[in-house]
T-cell receptor, first 112, second 114 residues
Framework: SQELEQSPQSLIVQEGKNLTINCTSS?????LYWYKQKYGEGLIFLMM?????EEKSHEKITAKLDEKKQQSSLHITASQPSHAGIYLC????????????FGDGTTLTVKP | DAGVIQSPRHEVTEMGQEVTLRCKPI?????LFWYRQTMMRGLELLIY????????DSGMPEDRFSAKMPNASFSTLKIQPSEPRDSAVYFC????????????FGSGTRLTVV
């Protein structure tokens, strides 16, 4: 089965700083999703990447899928307290449409 | 659309009791997923449905867990009998055409079994 490893597990940054979260897969990624979760709430879909080299941005959050399609990075520019939460990557299982597995998440704290 | 609606938000029950969690997916979505989240194991897929039909229930921990989707707008996850190790947050999510569109998650049901 496909496994996703996220790093770091947790991150504390000063407001205004940039940061990067990584997601590495044990197998080729056919669809990589990034979600954000606040404590006690459900996951919110941020963006999806499918093609090697693809890069997408939403406000100050940018995600990229590397050429070999086994790693994705999420980059936040000029972090704000509103960016705080848990970021999870999820991936489609090959040959099994609709069944995603998830990484363990990265907990981001932004200090004002 | 009000999003994916789960009920109850919180449930506290005694060991051995039956627990039923409910989910209303987004209208028009053809996939429905039940996930369980704990600190120790993260987010685990329990079961998912496509057009109301269970496709993969390999994540269901044991026979005490069962899920149904009698129609496109309603699903239940039942635990009978419940045990303290079932304590977790249970999420329901739905999507359209499964792959490629991301999932919309409900707010979850926090289950505590004492």
């Amino acid at each position: 089965s496909q496994e996703l490893e996220q790093s770091p597990q947790s991150l504390i940054v000063q407001e205004g700083k940039n940061l990067t979260i990584n997601c590495t897969s044990s197998k080729t990624l056919y669809g990589l999703y990034w979600y954000k979760q606040k404590y006690g709430e459900g996951l919110i879909f941020l963006m999806m990447l499918q093609k090697g080299g693809e890069e997408k941005s939403h406000e100050k959050i940018t995600a990229k899928l590397d050429e070999k399609k086994q790693q994705s990075s999420l980059h936040i520019t000029a972090s704000q307290p509103s960016h705080a939460g848990i970021y999870l990557c999820g991936a489609d299982g090959t040959g099994n449409a609709g069944k995603s597995t998830f990484g363990d998440g990265t907990t981001l704290t932004v200090k004002p | 659309d009000a999003g994916v609606i789960q009920s109850p938000r919180h449930e506290v029950t005694e060991m051995g009791q039956e627990v039923t969690l409910r989910c209303k997916p987004i209208s028009g979505h053809d996939y429905l997923f039940w996930y369980r989240q704990t600190m120790m194991r993260g987010l685990e897929l329990l079961i998912y449905f496509n057009n109301n039909v269970p496709i993969d229930d390999s994540g269901m921990p044991e026979d005490r867990f069962s899920a149904k989707m009698p129609n496109a707008s309603f699903s239940t996850l039942k635990i009978q009998p419940s045990e303290p190790r079932d304590s977790a947050v249970y999420f329901c999510a739905s999507s359209f055409q499964g792959r490629g569109n991301g999932y919309t998650f409900g707010s979850g049901t926090r289950l505590t079994v004492v």
